[in-house]
């Protein structure tokens, strides 16, 4: 079920953000805290397709009524 949810949709990326700098002055990156760190595009993507999916299989049940 995984393998056909990350086929379909794509792989869930949450935003990153930079957390602190090492003592080399390299970025130490993390997942933005709370509501700043959802894929909305991701999540819309997902809603988008039940509400398409919902609407055929309404359509398919009124067409076999």
């Known amino acids: 079920m995984r393998s056909l949810i990350v086929t379909i949709f794509g792989i869930y990326m949450p935003i990153e953000t930079i957390i602190e700098v090492d003592s080399e002055g390299l970025p130490i990156y993390g997942v933005a ?33």
């Open 33 to 65: 805290s709370g509501m700043a760190g959802v894929d909305w595009t991701y999540i819309a993507g997902v809603i988008l397709f039940a509400i398409v999916l919902y609407g055929f299989c309404r359509l398919v049940g009124v067409l076999l009524k």
